[in-house]
Every structure is written in structure tokens, then in C-alpha cells.
């Protein structure tokens, strides 16, 4: 069964950091695009931050410097560590693997992020 769940994501003060983390199951990461994406009530779900198959990285204009995300192909772990943390980064964080140049897009079920003193 192919499947991505999320872990990591909580209750954080404004500065503070969270490492999250996305492990695969029935997929081999090393053949898929690898994403980061976010929804807050009421909005669209937006992507944060990207890594493709041969490790090229690309990240929103709002977590530039902040957020860093990688993956350990061995481990099927795909990572978001999150630094500097603000209220606006508070969202459901979502993993996603897209197997390129296919449709086929996978998603885990969301893990909630939560910036509030």
C-alpha cells in the first residue's frame, strides 16, 4: 500500500523551530519530486518548499531562509525543519511525492502546525 505520513508538527512559540517529517511507505523516494505544502482555514494550499530527484531544492518566497528541506532516500524520509517560526506559518503541513513526468501525485494526511505565544 503506497502511503506518506507526517509527523513532527505541534505547538510552537513565535521564533521557535519544528522538524517535520514524512515517511513513505510502497514508494521508492529516489524516483519521485518531493513537496512540502500548507493550508490555513480559508485558504488554498500552497507549496513551501520542494526537492526533485536529483536534489535540486526550490522554496516559497515566505519561508526563504527559514524553512530547509531535504530527504534520506534510505529511510524513505522526506524532512521540513522550520526555523524562526511566525503566527502566519500556522497551517496543516502536507507531504507530497509526485512521480515525474506523470500525474501521479501522492499525499499524506496533513500534520497541523500551530505558531502562538
Known amino acids: 500500500q503506497v502511503q506518506l505520513v507526517e509527523s513532527g508538527g505541534g505547538l510552537v512559540q513565535p521564533g521557535g523551530s519544528l522538524t517535520l517529517s514524512c515517511t513513505g511507505s510502497?514508494?521508492?523516494?529516489?524516483?519521485?519530486?518531493m513537496g512540502w505544502y500548507r493550508q490555513a482555514p480559508g485558504n488554498q494550499r500552497d507549496l513551501v518548499a520542494r526537492?526533485?530527484?536529483?536534489?535540486?531544492?526550490d522554496y516559497a518566497d515566505f519561508v526563504k531562509g527559514r524553512f530547509t528541506i531535504s530527504r534520506d532516500i534510505a529511510k524513505n524520509t522526506l524532512y521540513l525543519q522550520m526555523n524562526s517560526l511566525k503566527p502566519e506559518d500556522t497551517a496543516v503541513y502536507y507531504c507530497n511525492a509526485h512521480l515525474p513526468p506523470t500525474y501521479i501525485n501522492i499525499w499524506g494526511q496533513g500534520t497541523q502546525v500551530t505558531v502562538s505565544s
Open positions: 526537492i526533485t530527484g536529483d536534489d535540486n531544492t
Open positions: 510502497g514508494i521508492d523516494f529516489s524516483l519521485y519530486d
